[in-house]
């Protein structure tokens, strides 16, 4: 997806009077378009893989804020947070799970952690959790 593709969703979550689905929105728009005129500046344009990272990046980033409200018993905007996570999360592409993982890992010729997590972060960038990959790693 793209910049107006996020846009359109975006009034369409208005015509619906979605005060939190707006909220995420409005947040992912605005990070891509910083991150389309940063790539601009450089010569480069924004990629699949970009965006990719920038939804990971601002679902790590509610989750956290999400936490802190949960510390401080603040179950409105708790509530509130959760939504917007699950809204950028239907954006996402699908992670690879455990059992997929561990397929590519026992395909490899070379099974070594530094091999493994590099072959991960250029093939699968954005598919897949480096964490369950080090833990699949770890368990073969």
Known sequence: MNIDDFKKVKIEAMKAKDKDAVTALNAVINKLMLA???KKAVGEVLTDEDVTKILQKTVNELVEEKEAFVKAGREDTVASLEK????????????LGEEEIKAIILSLEDKSVPFVMKHFKSEYAGKVDMRVVNAVLKSI
């Open 84 to 95: 917007q996570i699950e809204t950028v999360k239907k954006y996402l592409p699908k992670l």
């Open 36 to 38: 389309g005129i940063e």
